[in-house]
């Protein structure tokens, strides 16, 4: 299927309106509960994850959602193009109310992201790629788009990322919660290498964001993730000239594996 400005659009609503439904529980006094691998699940995650699957129903592409039910390998396995979402990446951040969650939803073909949108709800602001488009980020992203938003108009507003920003620090971004202690080692070895070391702690898929818009120079992920923690935000960060590669910086990660785990990576 080719990537139509029709499949953009859809994707970039389903993101702000779930992200809109996220921040209306954000106010609220929520409760959480946790699921069988012990991660956190609220409301919210459930409310997006509706919100995208209704949204991207008009595709007519399968949609594997951390959220939604678990699809056996047997049947996702010959799927060439398919929805991969986090309807809200950093549940646990969002407990912890410090801003630093996400709406990721990724287009895979062919086992690799071809398209990406992240929302970040608390700051209104949108990082979107596409193949044959590039990638961008956009700020007062919900006061700007609406259903019949026309995605020329939408680029003209947008940056192009990478932005051109000058740093005199290698900076490192890393997960606000899973510093390991191997991150801890490689970021070590980094300081033998660069003169400045700037340390940046950031929530979910934002760490990710900040290699692509060029704010952050390398993000060692030596902990566990899913495919749908990494999938948009690769999109953006390939898109806009970056890498996503496992931890031996050889290959590229890939996706709709029989396990959905990540292998260990780095992001530059």
Known sequence: MQITNEL????ISASTEAGKAIL?????DFSFEKKS???????????????????LLSTNLPVLSEEGLE????????????WLIDPLDG?????????????????????????????????????????GIGSFKLENADKIISHDININDLIKKSKKLPLKTKRET????????????????????LKNKHKKI????????????????GSADIYPRFAP??????????????????KVLNKNQKDRIRYNKKDLLNPWFIVK
């Not at 209306?24 to 609220?28: A, L």
């Not at 699809?71 to 398919?82: G, Y």
């Not at 801003?99 to 949108?126: K, Q, R, Y």
């Open 8 to 11: 953009i659009k859809i994707a």
């Open 24 to 28: 209306k529980i954000y106010s609220t």
């Open 37 to 55: 691998d012990d991660s956190p699940l609220t409301i919210a995650d459930k409310k997006s994850h509706n919100i995208i699957k209704n949204n």
């Open 71 to 82: 699809i056996p390998f047997q049947k996702r396995k010959n799927w060439k193009q398919f």
């Open 91 to 131: 549940t646990k951040e969002f407990i912890k109310r410090n801003d630093e969650f996400t709406v990721n939803i990724a287009l895979i073909e062919d086992n690799f992201p071809v398209g990406g949108v992240i929302f970040v709800p608390v700051l209104d602001l949108l990082y979107f790629a596409f193949e």
């Open 170 to 189: 290698y900076t490192v971004v890393a997960s606000r919660s899973h510093l390991t202690n191997e991150t801890k080692e490689f970021i070590e070895q």
């Open 198 to 213: 700037e340390l940046v702690s950031r929530g979910s898929s934002l760490k990710l964001c900040m290699i692509a818009e």
């Open 225 to 242: 993730t899913m495919e749908w923690d990494t999938a948009a935000g690769q999109a953006i960060v390939e898109i806009a000239g970056g």
